[in-house]
């Protein structure tokens, strides 16, 4: 692997697992090797991936999680966050993982949100791109997708 000019990123830092993730995810998206990091707390892989759509929360975060003999990959997106593949070999985590990846950066699904009565949105899930026409009336305040085609405020 390219280990790239980035202070943040020590690959001999990460845990077998998580290195062993990066590994996969940089083959799969070699560029993203420029926004990957060390998680703060220790020896997990993060990676924020910029949004080109800058209505969304944040990046695309991906992160991994390693405890108690299993890991996780770990999705944020917008305001929704999801564990994929715990507990599941590395090989197998990463293909569940990269399915909903492909889904988000390729617009085919979107990311949902309610807002609450304190004035914060709290996630309600990803939709389908083709079935955003057919959310029931009330079920979320705002739509965001990675490029921001399929943004929508409902409130």
Not at 67 to 72: I, K, Q, R
Not at 83 to 111: L, Q, T, W
Not at 128 to 140: L, N, R, T
Request: aromatic letters at 14%; glycine letters at 8%.
């Amino acid at each position: 692997m390219q280990v790239p000019d980035n202070e943040l990123f020590d690959i001999d830092r990460l845990n077998p697992y998580a290195r062993e993730v990066a590994d996969l995810l940089f083959a799969e998206y070699p560029d993203w090797i420029q926004f990957a990091g060390v998680h703060p707390d220790g020896n997990e892989l993060e990676i924020n991936v910029p949004v080109p759509d800058k209505d969304a929360a944040g990046d695309l975060t991906i992160y991994t999680r390693w405890g108690f003999g299993w890991g996780c990959i770990s999705l944020w997106f917008d305001l929704d966050a999801n564990d994929f593949g715990c507990g599941y070999p590395v090989d197998d985590a990463f293909k569940i993982a990269n399915e909903v990846i492909s889904d988000i950066i390729n617009e085919r699904i979107v990311a949902g949100a309610k807002r609450q009565e304190s004035g914060y949105y709290l996630s309600v899930g990803y939709f389908p791109v083709d079935e955003i026409d057919s959310i029931p009336a009330g079920k979320v305040s705002q739509l965001r997708s990675f490029l921001g085609t399929y943004n929508r405020d409902f409130e």
